[in-house]
Nanobody, 125 residues
């Protein structure tokens, strides 16, 4: 399984970006998908997660109300729409997938088996 993240970039505070994560090698339509981020000198942290159907979604408190996770199973792709961006959102954003189906959304990075290469998001003040 390969996950390819794209869509990062440089944006001013208050702006918006949408990052995408396309899966290849096998379908992940039945797998929980998540977005994580890692800023320099900090640990990787959970941002958002979505169940295979989209019925269950979790957000980190720091992004709730500003970020929206969604998925298009027909395209084997998950998205993260980021609005009202803040300088503290600056990080490398990673998408991830859990290995097993019929499992719940989790905020723990070690429970995700597949990871993309990351895409840089930089928010200037």
């Amino acid at each position: 399984v390969q996950l390819q993240a794209s869509g990062g970039g440089l944006v001013q505070a208050g702006g918006s970006l949408r990052v995408s994560c396309a899966a290849s090698g096998r379908t992940l339509n039945s797998n929980v998908m998540g977005w994580f981020r890692q800023a320099p000198g900090k640990e990787r942290e959970f941002v958002a997660g979505i169940s295979w159907s989209g019925a269950t979604i979790y957000y980190a408190d720091s992004v709730k109300g500003r970020f929206t996770i969604s998925r298009d199973n027909a395209k084997n792709t998950v998205y993260l729409q980021m609005n009202s961006l803040k300088p503290e959102d600056t990080a490398v954003y990673y998408c991830a997938a859990r290995r097993n189906t019929m499992v719940t959304v989790t905020t723990t990075p070690s429970r995700y088996a597949y990871w993309g290469q990351g895409t840089q998001v930089t928010v200037s003040s």
